[in-house]
């Protein structure tokens, strides 16, 4: 038991861990609300805001997360480090899409797509001389940041002060109010309103500030480590937090929170603004408040290339003269698309999709595409549409056996031109290409299967049109047996198969010429065909070859040549009405045993452990059973002669 709950535990754990890596930002604030029921204490709204990359799917480290964690934690300290409140579980209450395109017809298209949540709290605290700390950490930041070591192992720090009794613990903090994704283009210079709102009308200014780790030495875990909080991330030189990307002229921010810069060099980097808060009447400190977000530069440049097909064929099996006109332009969002048609007609379109334009006949059509005609980055080109449709292709077979030729016959025609020449492929390494009168051909296929044909046209209207049928075809493989050896007397059942129809020719001696296993009584040597077909007509043939000697009896010779001239080159036995072999082994003038087998069909070839045996005299011994069911031991002697 204690087992299982520790695993619920851990998973738990893991999820709550492993949902954190997406992160990308975020900040932590807070609402005076009044008194609690008593009046001793205040009661505070705290909000914290989470940013994701909404695109982030999967990562090299970080696995595959798509969503906000909920709850979170946040913790409340004291000014000199004591914890008050932990594990302040914040609620979900919102998610916010924050989406922007590039919309420059002259740069390549790129879009920004972010998600911040929204949790939130009420805690109540009683006011004390040096105020609060809320915090929320946490590990860990994006993949691959461009100014940060090691980013998804580091982690953040959200936190907010609450003023003490020395000051205004009443106070509303100042927040950033404006949330908005941008699409930052890298040598353009870009400016973004950081300015933050404060409830209250205190005096706000404005810094870069370093990014806050959560003060775990990089562990992959969630943190609550007290105040002070000055412990930065890694940044990786020159990058800091004053200087977080780069830029000529560089990254800046003004006293109304305007920040202004121009990349010079793409990738993601962490931006973190600080906010002081002054009250405006007293002039006294009140806190300072930071929030960080990621910024994204893009390589936005782009070719702007116009580019359709230079040839247009209009091959369709309708003869309508309506023709689709393709546009694979390499253009920026928004672009526009100035097409002259050829036959008079021109329209301008911001759409790059597929489109339908009606020619009013056949022919050649000059066909002219110009992208952005009005702007300094335009570019065209020339293609030609020919216009002769109502080409249709097929054919028809005739034949579906492995022994007969196979017909096929075209049935393509074609409205508005000739078909010139066919190319037939059958599915093989067999292909053929026949002039425009020849519309049919045959073919024999070498064996059953299904084959896919094509037929290819070539017309006079550089229209091309390729159709196939997957054609089955049907192979009977007919078997009569093996050659049989028979003692006069004995009975054998026939071993036909390979169909469903059967005829034995000659029927002599069979019990039905018409099956396939018919029963064979005879005694004098024979050669049976036996014509098999199967379901579909086709048709195949076999034959089997049956020899009769006097027996039950052993047949063997008394010496053989095993020199490779094709000749007497084995030695074996011929067994005549004998139906089982128990051994058939063959021994040295030792008494060494050199071979063993009872294959009748393949013997002795006179080797022993894969080298030639010598020339000499070799006993041999055979066990068996006859047809009668009586065992036959014999004996006796082989000379190997080479």
């Excluded at 031109?417 to 070498?446: C, E």
């Excluded at 058939?584 to 008494?591: L, P």
């Amino acid at each position: 038991m204690k087992r299982v709950l520790l695993l619920v535990i851990s998973c738990c754990l893991f999820n709550l861990i492993a949902a954190a890596y997406h992160i990308i930002g975020g900040e932590i604030y807070y609402k005076t609300i009044g008194l609690n029921g008593d009046n001793t204490r205040y009661r505070y709204l705290i909000t914290l805001k989470l940013y994701r990359d909404a695109d982030f799917t999967c990562g090299d480290r970080q696995g595959c997360i798509d969503k906000f964690e909920n709850p979170v934690v946040a913790n409340v300290y004291t000014a000199n480090g004591t914890i008050v409140l932990s594990s302040v579980y914040l609620y979900m209450s919102q998610v916010v899409p924050l989406i922007d395109t590039l919309k420059n017809p002259c740069l390549a298209p790129q879009a920004q797509h972010l998600e911040v949540a929204f949790y939130t709290a009420t805690i109540d605290l009683a006011p004390v001389f040096g105020g609060y700390y809320v915090a929320s950490q946490r590990c860990c930041r994006g993949e691959k940041l461009a100014n940060i070591y090691d980013s998804e192992h580091e982690g953040s720090t959200y936190y907010t002060i609450i003023p003490g009794v020395e000051s205004k613990p009443y106070n509303n903090s100042a927040y950033f109010n404006k949330d908005t994704a941008i699409v930052i283009c890298n040598s353009m210079p870009f400016k973004i309103d950081y300015a933050a709102f404060d409830e209250d009308g205190d005096s706000l200014t404005y810094s870069l500030c370093s990014a806050l780790t959560d003060g775990t030495a990089n562990n992959d875990i969630n943190s609550s480590t007290p105040p002070p909080y000055n412990s930065t991330v890694r940044y990786i030189p020159p990058y800091s937090g004053t200087n977080p990307m780069g830029g000529s002229p560089g990254i800046s921010i003004d006293n109304k929170g305007l920040i202004t810069c121009t990349p010079n060099k793409p990738g993601k980097y962490v931006i973190t603004v600080c906010v002081n808060e002054y009250d405006r009447t007293t002039k006294r400190f009140l806190g300072i408040h930071s929030k960080d977000i990621l910024l994204t530069v893009f390589d936005c440049t782009t070719k702007i290339v116009a580019r359709f097909p230079s040839v247009l064929n209009n091959c369709s099996e309708t003869p309508e003269l309506k023709v689709p006109i393709p546009n694979y332009s390499n253009s920026g969002y928004g672009s526009t698309y100035y097409w002259t048609f050829g036959d008079g007609t021109d329209t301008l379109t911001d759409d790059r999709t597929l489109f339908y334009h009606q020619y009013p006949d056949t022919g050649i059509y000059k066909v002219k595409l110009v992208v952005n005609p009005h702007l300094a980055c335009r570019d065209s080109v020339n293609g030609e549409v020919h216009n002769y449709p109502g080409l249709k292709a097929g054919f028809t077979t005739a034949g579906f056996c492995k022994e007969d030729p196979i017909s096929f016959n075209d049935t393509s025609s074609y409205l508005y031109g000739q078909i010139t020449s066919r190319t037939w492929n059958f599915g093989t390494n067999d292909s053929v290409r026949l002039p425009a009168g020849d519309r049919s051909v045959q073919y024999t296929f070498p064996k059953g299967n299904v084959y896919t044909v094509t037929l290819t046209l070539h017309t006079d209207k550089q229209c091309e049109k390729t159709v196939t049928q997957n054609v089955r075809i049907y192979q009977v493989l007919p078997f009569a047996g093996n050659d049989t050896i028979l003692a006069k007397g004995q009975t054998m059942v026939m071993q036909g198969s390979g169909g469903n129809v059967y005829t034995w020719q000659p029927p002599d001696g069979l019990s039905d010429p018409h099956i396939a296993h018919p029963v064979l009584t005879y005694n004098k040597d024979i050669t049976y065909v036996l014509k098999v077909s199967d379901l579909q007509g086709c048709v195949g043939y076999d034959s089997i070859s049956v020899k009769y000697f006097t027996g039950p009896e052993m047949y063997i010779p008394n010496a053989f040549t095993p020199n490779g001239d094709g000749v007497n080159d084995r030695f074996r036995f011929i067994p005549v009405g004998i139906v089982h072999y128990q051994f058939f082994r063959i021994y040295n003038r030792w008494g060494q045993e050199i071979y063993s087998s009872t294959d009748f069909r393949n013997g002795w070839d006179g080797t022993y452990k894969g080298m030639p045996a010598p020339v000499d005299t070799y006993l041999w011994i055979l066990k068996g059973t006859d047809f009668n069911g009586k065992e036959i031991f014999k004996k006796g002697t082989v000379t190997l002669i080479r």
